[in-house]
């Protein structure tokens, strides 16, 4: 006989997006717009830990990390992954008596879907803790529910998104659109650039609704982004300079995603951005990733 978990914890990987393609606002999606984008995971990752706490004790959240960025003076209960705990308890029929914990690596506000993430690492945290056993379409629809990028970080991987990027379908490993992919250079190493600065998605998209497109992006967002953030785009032309297969904002931006193909070119890339001093810090990672969940026996005091 199993025994349930008191503690699950996941490591939620960070996502950018290969290609961003952007319609028009559609009035029935509150003005959002409608999106055509491949989603990628990437190993840079925040780690959620859920713990059962005693019935009638509501939820806590903590907050842990060097980078928390506006998060530490947020409305605690506004938090993705404290309203997908809500989400998850309407669902079940739970009480969401449990504490949440974030060690926070991602950049918060940075077009990485740090946030989204997290909710999703809470969803699937909750799933394992309270023993639902839910498929992860129903916990993708739950997800759904709550923001555009987090059904897709349910399951990670590579995948297609589109409706307002919350209808995905993912690319399986073995077939051959994620042969062309790797084919293209979207795997394996590369370094994300990030920023002590954050962009809103909201006024990156109002830039866009002036400006468009900008020629020959696969990021419809990158004109928008570096129009408000132009250090993006210097560390987009000192990557491609460097030698960078792919070097490209990461959805609304501000942070900048280069995939090195050897490890020549990824010290060519960082020593470039040192020099320039066109990014604030400087992130390895691998692409893609999956979400990764452990059990623990832990229990809160």
Same mark, same amino acid.
């Given at each position: 006989?199993?025994?349930?978990?008191?503690?699950?914890?996941?490591?939620?990987?960070?996502?950018?997006?290969?290609?961003?393609?952007?319609?028009?606002?559609?009035?029935?999606?509150?003005?959002?717009?409608?999106?055509?984008?491949?989603?990628?995971?990437?190993?840079?990752?925040?780690?959620?830990?859920?713990?059962?706490?005693?019935?009638?004790?509501?939820?806590?959240?903590?907050?842990?990390?060097?980078?928390?960025?506006?998060?530490?003076?947020?409305?605690?209960?506004?938090?993705?992954?404290?309203?997908?705990?809500?989400?998850?308890?309407?669902?079940?029929?739970?009480?969401?008596?449990?504490?949440?914990? =974030?060690?926070?690596?991602?950049?918060?506000?940075?077009?990485?879907?740090?946030?989204?993430?997290?909710?999703?690492?809470?969803?699937?945290?909750?799933?394992?803790?309270?023993?639902?056993?839910?498929?992860?379409?129903?916990?993708?629809?739950?997800?759904?529910?709550?923001?555009?990028?987090?059904?897709?970080?349910?399951?990670?991987?590579?995948?297609?998104?589109?409706?307002?990027?919350?209808?995905?379908?993912?690319?399986?490993?073995?077939?051959?659109?994620?042969?062309?992919?790797?084919?293209?250079?979207?795997?394996?190493?590369?370094?994300?650039?990030?920023?002590?600065?954050?962009?809103?998605?909201?006024?990156?998209?109002?830039?866009?609704?002036?400006?468009?497109?900008?020629?020959?992006?696969?990021?419809?967002?990158?004109?928008?982004?570096?129009?408000?953030?132009?250090?993006?785009?210097?560390? =987009?032309?000192?990557?491609?300079?460097?030698?960078?297969?792919?070097?490209?904002?990461?959805?609304?931006?501000?942070?900048?995603?280069?995939?090195?193909?050897?490890?020549?070119?990824?010290?060519?890339?960082?020593?470039?951005?040192?020099?320039?001093?066109?990014?604030?810090?400087?992130?390895?990672?691998?692409?893609?990733?999956?979400?990764?969940?452990?059990?623990?026996?832990?229990?809160?005091?």
């Amino acid at each position: 006989m199993s025994t349930a978990p008191v503690c699950v914890s996941v490591d939620c990987p960070a996502k950018t997006n290969l290609t961003l393609h952007v319609g028009d606002p559609r009035e029935q999606w509150g003005g959002r717009h409608e999106l055509d984008t491949i989603y990628c995971a990437i190993s840079l990752a925040d780690t959620l830990t859920a713990t059962l706490k005693p019935p009638g004790t509501g939820f806590s959240l903590e907050l842990e990390g060097d980078h928390l960025g506006d998060l530490s003076s947020a409305d605690m209960r506004r938090n993705h992954a404290v309203l997908a705990l809500f989400a998850m308890a309407e669902e079940a029929g739970r009480e969401p008596d449990v504490a949440l914990s =974030i060690d926070k690596r991602i950049p918060v506000g940075a077009g990485l879907a740090g946030g989204s993430t997290d909710a999703a690492g809470t969803i699937l945290a909750l799933n394992e803790l309270w023993e639902l056993d839910w498929p992860l379409e129903r916990l993708k629809r739950v997800a759904a529910t709550l923001g555009s990028d987090m059904p897709f970080c349910i399951a990670g991987g590579y995948a297609h998104g589109t409706g307002c990027g919350e209808r995905t379908e993912a690319i399986a490993p073995d077939c051959d659109e994620a042969a062309v992919l790797r084919r293209q250079g979207y795997c394996g190493s590369l370094v994300v650039g990030a920023y002590r600065s954050q962009l809103s998605t909201p006024q990156v998209y109002a830039a866009f609704d002036r400006l468009g497109a900008g020629e020959g992006d696969d990021n419809h967002l990158q004109r928008a982004a570096i129009s408000l953030h132009p250090r993006s785009g210097e560390a =987009i032309a000192a990557a491609l300079g460097a030698g960078a297969r792919h070097a490209f904002v990461s959805g609304s931006g501000p942070s900048v995603v280069a995939f090195t193909p050897t490890p020549a070119i990824r010290q060519a890339v960082v020593a470039a951005w040192q020099h320039s001093g066109s990014v604030d810090r400087i992130i390895a990672a691998e692409a893609p990733a999956e979400p990764m969940l452990k059990r623990h026996g832990c229990t809160i005091s």
